[in-house]
């Protein structure tokens, strides 16, 4: 069972460009969480997806920030309009139905944005 | 609101030590707390889950309590090694309903020397 899968896993973007991160969660996970390293700091959450529905979005920065997460294929962290303050490592996890209190949550080895 | 916190930052220790890492959180109303490892420039490895009904857990030279009435979490590390070296994460997940998601510490980075 492959675990959460992330690409690119390095990303190189100039400033004014876009970015695009994908997250292909774990076989039989229908929910996707992505969070935000910032250098030195801790992973702060940004969003958290079910399929075809945002849940809960209340990380998200208010503009250039948008995430999906459809019926078919990964979920997708969309980034516009990049600047230097947006270099970072993002990490997405999934996790099963989280209906019960032993839900955890599988991480993937993260992207690396770097905006020049 | 939940805040998390992880002391010491950072620790050095030469092997063979065991050790004790400390995670305070300030909401006692969690679901579960859930401890990571983290290698440089890596993601996220879980080590343990406890639930918030539990005590502790256990797994090879790793043990991890719970006290939710004081806020606090320990990860014991027996016999360290130099490949236990890396950052340590814990994360809390509050119990705010419709979401799931975890609050991290900033972290203990480890240094176990030969």
């Known amino acids: 069972n492959a675990g959460v899968m992330q690409n690119p896993r390095h990303l190189v973007r100039r400033r004014g460009q876009e970015a695009r991160l994908r997250c292909s969660p774990m076989?039989?996970?229908?929910?996707v969480y992505w969070y935000r390293q910032l250098p030195e700091e801790g992973l702060k959450f940004m969003v958290y997806?079910?399929?075809?529905?945002?849940?809960?979005e209340s990380g998200m920065p208010k503009e250039r920030f948008s995430a999906e997460f459809p019926k078919e294929g990964p979920s997708i962290l969309r980034i516009q309009q990049v600047v230097r303050g947006d270099s970072a490592a993002y990490f997405c996890?999934?996790?099963?139905?989280?209906?019960?209190?032993?839900?955890?949550?599988?991480f993937g080895p993260g992207t690396r944005l770097t905006v020049t | 609101k939940q805040e998390v916190t992880q002391i010491p930052a950072a620790l050095s220790v030469p092997e063979g030590e065991n050790l004790v890492l400390n995670c305070s959180f300030t909401?006692?109303?969690?679901?579960?707390l859930q401890w990571f490892r983290q290698d440089p420039g890596k993601g996220l490895t879980s080590l343990l889950l406890?639930?918030?009904?539990?005590r502790e857990q256990t797994s090879g030279r790793l043990n991890a309590s719970l006290d939710k009435s004081s806020g606090r979490s320990t990860l014991y590390i027996a016999a360290s090694q130099p490949g236990d070296s890396a950052t340590y994460l814990c994360?809390?997940?509050?119990?705010?309903?419709?979401?799931?998601?975890?609050?991290f510490g900033t972290g203990t980075r480890l240094k176990v020397l030969a």
């Open positions: 996890a999934s996790s099963p139905v989280p209906g019960s209190r032993s839900y955890e949550q599988y």
């Open positions: 076989k039989g996970h229908s929910h």
């Open positions: 997806l079910q399929k075809e529905n945002i849940i809960d």
């Open positions: 909401d006692s109303a969690i679901y579960n």
């Open positions: 406890i639930q918030s009904s539990q």
């Open positions: 994360a809390v997940r509050p119990p705010t309903s419709g979401t799931y998601k975890y609050i």
